[in-house]
């Protein structure tokens, strides 16, 4: 039974949201701030988090960059606010997926539900990719990333993209064909949020993002992982 921490301080909220997913056969926990998800995360085991933006004691944002920094727990933000730098935020933070407020709770369902499956069906072709004489290494078994022998904390999604790419290397890849790949072929958001996944994935591996060695952009389509294997 997936395990589910529902993070948001308007109770009626809260309340109808819980009742969706225990409905559906998920185990939830719940806080209304977050300070108080931060303890459940630090002593219960979570398989998601839904969190609220907007709570009482921090900035959903500053709570969801703390979450990320400690492990790579999916995310499905809720938000009030629609504008499209207010969601390309949020996925920079390490969101997965985001919902606006009102929402349907049976959508909210559906997206834990692919979030979800897309971090358990993930296909791998190797136990062990490296590249650039070892520099960059996925350890697909442990699903571990390190750089120059350095872990490195990724979101699941962005994760697979880079898992993705790299398994064909040289091979170019549309933006469309990610979006399926990784966000399923459900997803129903911007298709630029692959392009902020992509740049996040470039702040962390790339010694010079603007100019980078792994993921290049194949101009007006998609991008290419061009690392070389050892």
């Known amino acids: ?37 931060l303890q459940i995360l630090q002593s219960e085991p979570v398989d998601l988090i839904v969190l609220d933006l907007m709570l009482p004691d921090m900035d959903g944002e500053q709570l969801c960059q703390t979450v990320r920094s400690m492990n790579s727990v999916p995310i499905l933000m809720l938000t009030a606010k629609v504008s499209e730098n207010s969601r390309i935020k949020g996925l920079s933070l390490g969101a997965d997926d985001y919902v606006i407020k009102p929402f349907d709770p049976r959508e909210v369902v559906a997206r834990i539900r692919t979030i979800l499956r897309r971090s358990d069906d993930s296909q791998l072709l190797a136990d062990r990719l490296s590249f650039q004489e070892g520099e960059l290494v996925i350890d697909s ?43 399923g072929y459900d997803f129903e958001g911007d298709i630029r949020t692959i ?4 740049k996040n994935l470039r702040q962390k591996l790339e010694s010079d993002p603007r100019n980078p060695k792994y993921i290049v952009t194949v101009y007006g389509s998609g991008y290419r992982f061009a690392g070389g294997a050892r």
Not at 6 to 34: C, M, N, P, W
Not at 195 to 198: A, E, G, L, T
């Open 141 to 183: 078994l442990k699903r571990l990333v390190f750089l120059k022998g350095e872990p490195v904390n990724l979101t699941p999604n962005e994760y697979k993209l880079l898992l993705c790419l790299a398994k064909y290397p040289q091979r170019h890849f549309t933006r469309e064909d990610l979006i399926e790949k990784v966000l």
């Open 195 to 198: 392009d902020q996944h992509v």
């Open 1 to 37: 039974m997936k395990r589910i921490l529902v993070v948001d301080d308007e109770d009626k909220i809260r309340d109808v949201v819980v009742s969706y997913l225990q409905k559906d056969g998920f185990h939830t926990l719940e806080a209304a701030a977050g300070r108080e998800a």
